[in-house]
T-cell receptor
Framework: TQLLEQSPQFLSIQEGENLTVYCNSS?????LQWYRQEPGEGPVLLVT?????EVKKLKRLTFQFGDARKDSSLHITAAQPGDTGLYLC????????????FGKGTHLIIQP | DTEVTQTPKHLVMGMTNKKSLKCEQH?????MYWYKQKAKKPPELMFV???????INESVPSRFSPECPNSSLLNLHLHALQPEDSALYLC??????????????FGPGTRLTVL
């Protein structure tokens, strides 16, 4: 059973379109991170959300943490080819020095 | 500075070789992690060190041996690996406290190929 369900797993859209990626769980997370990863490279942190209901913006990217801290979403406005990559959500269950629980990832392709 | 460095970038080894992967951070983090990532899959946790002590071992085979010489360094010693161990090995670090401070920062990874 996947603890953190991420959807969609694959998404290919045209430049300029909007998209949303979802991460859902039945577990409560102390924090949740979103990463972007290029092939053969390590995940690069985009944002950490901690408080239920929190919304953070990073240019055209908007991140939301659910009120109950069980789910999160990433919304990209006016997607660009440079947004292409693997997006990973990862949650910390116990906090502290705990391994992250990862979603399966969303492979995003933005076509020019 | 949120940089975690890993060496080497690429490693090719035979099944009888002994090699080591190295990771370093200078952010004052006291928790360090090893993850293994296969192609098109998310990272899987292998080991966690907290204050230089091994706190989590996710049932990793003994051919992988972690070591934390000090608070800035983390090694992964490899011996008698199998071809299925070929993967991207990622190091990460964080403050060992909950909330926004438990954010993990990843290194660029070591691409390991076992022949």
């Amino acid at each position: 059973t996947q603890l953190l369900e991420q959807s969609p797993q694959f998404l290919s859209i045209q430049e300029g379109e909007n998209l949303t990626v979802y991460c859902n769980s039945s577990s409560v997370f102390s924090s949740l991170q979103w990463y972007r990863q290029e092939p053969g490279e390590g995940p690069v942190l985009l944002v950490t959300v901690v408080t239920g209901g929190e919304v953070k913006k990073l240019k055209r990217l908007t991140f939301q943490f659910g009120d109950a801290r069980k789910d999160s979403s990433l919304h990209i406005t006016a997607a660009q080819p440079g947004d292409t990559g693997l997006y990973l959500c990862a949650g910390s269950l116990g906090g502290g020095a705990d391994g992250l629980t990862f979603g399966k990832g969303t492979h995003l392709i933005i076509q020019p | 500075d949120t940089e975690v460095t890993q060496t080497p970038k690429h490693l090719v080894m035979g099944m009888t070789n002994k090699k080591s992967l190295k990771c370093e951070q200078h952010m004052g983090h006291r928790a360090m992690y090893w993850y293994k990532q296969k192609a098109k899959k998310p990272p899987e946790l292998m080991f966690v060190y907290s204050y230089e002590k091994l706190s989590i071992n996710e049932s990793v085979p003994s051919r992988f041996s972690p070591e934390c010489p000090n608070s800035s360094l983390l090694n992964l010693h490899l011996h008698a690996l199998q071809p299925e161990d070929s993967a991207l090995y990622l190091c990460a670090s964080s403050h060992p406290r909950s909330g926004s401070t438990d954010t993990q920062y990843f290194g660029p990874g070591t691409r390991l190929t076992v022949l």
